[in-house]
């Protein structure tokens, strides 16, 4: 007996979306295209019915801060509070976490000499909130207990893409090593390209965009030729957060993958926007 990988979503998580999601502004011509994505995300997960998902995002210094900020972080909590960080976003439901398989995951990390952060008590905020409400809009309770896994996006020196796809595959060894037959989906979330400030701010890469969503299911490894500073370069300050992607992606395994669905939206809050979900081919 172990756990069962159902598959890998990807989505974008862009604190206007979560004002769209207040304000009812999904069927508005600025974010109905964006919208449109995540009903057959939300008719997979219906079918894959997961029990848990291992979330791979960054935190905008509701955890962490720049004086105190880890590379890895993993919520090993019962339960994990959403708040709003700065935005002025709704507070969402609280998460219910899997502390079992939290520290199985944290073991294995360790193991494979991952230096990570365990937290016992940790807040989400809109970068993983927001995927689970484009994912599950009319639950009144989250119908998935949560890992959560923060990678730092955000401070110089930043986790090379090779590293993080690294940590997604220690990720995937516990996953196989987890002897209950929890249902899993993995999650990367953030992105795409965008920067929000400087002299580049409302910059977006679509070729880079397309690329990644191009390569992730069968051929991983051309995203990590490039390190994190290169990826800045192309893709925008805050477009590293394709490393949550190819963490995710990491996590998933070698096993061949098929794309199930994929929306990609150009402008969101001036920052291109996608979802993917992969599953086994």
């Known amino acids: ?7 890998g979503y990807f989505s974008s998580h862009v604190p206007g979306i ?23 995300v939300q ?8 029990d848990v998902a291992v979330v791979f995002y960054n935190d ?3 955890n962490f801060f720049l004086d105190a900020l880890p590379t890895f972080a993993v919520g090993a909590a019962a339960e994990y509070p959403n708040e709003d960080e700065g935005w002025g976003l709704p507070v ?3 998460f219910a ?3 079992g398989l939290s ?10 000499d991952f230096d990570v952060t365990m937290c016992q008590r940790m807040k989400v905020d809109h970068a993983l909130s927001i995927p689970f409400e484009l994912a599950y809009p009319d639950a009144d309770a989250w119908p998935v207990k949560i890992v959560p896994i923060a990678i730092n996006t955000v401070q110089y020196p930043l986790p090379s893409p090779r590293r993080c796809h690294a940590l ?6 516990a996953l196989q090593n987890w002897q209950d037959d929890t249902r899993v989906v993995v999650v990367g979330s953030g992105g795409l390209s965008h920067q929000l400030d400087g002299a580049r701010a409302g910059f977006v890469n679509a070729d880079y965009d397309r690329f990644c969503l191009d390569h992730l299911a069968a051929d991983p490894q051309a995203l990590l030729r490039h390190s994190a500073e290169e990826v800045a370069a192309i893709a925008g300050t805050q477009g590293v957060e394709i490393l949550n992607w190819i963490a995710a992606r990491g996590a998933l395994g070698d096993a061949p993958l098929c794309e199930v669905t994929r929306n990609y939206h150009i402008p969101i809050s001036n920052t291109a926007a996608a979802t993917l979900v992969l599953a086994s081919a």
Do not use: N
């Not at 007996?1 to 598959?7: D, E, H, L, Q, R």
């Not at 520290?103 to 494979?112: A, N, R």
């Not at 997604?168 to 060894?173: I, T």
């Open 103 to 112: 520290w199985h995951i944290i073991e294995e990390l360790v193991g494979s």
């Open 168 to 173: 997604g595959q220690a990720v995937h060894r």
């Open 18 to 40: 979560g004002g769209a999601i207040a304000r009812g502004d999904q069927r508005e011509a600025y974010w109905k295209p964006f919208f449109d994505g995540y009903p057959p």
């Open 97 to 99: 976490g899997d502390p």
């Open 1 to 7: 007996m172990s756990a069962t990988i159902v598959g």
């Open 92 to 94: 969402y439901k609280t």
């Open 60 to 62: 905008h210094g509701l």
């Open 43 to 50: 008719r997979w997960l219906a079918d894959a019915r997961p």
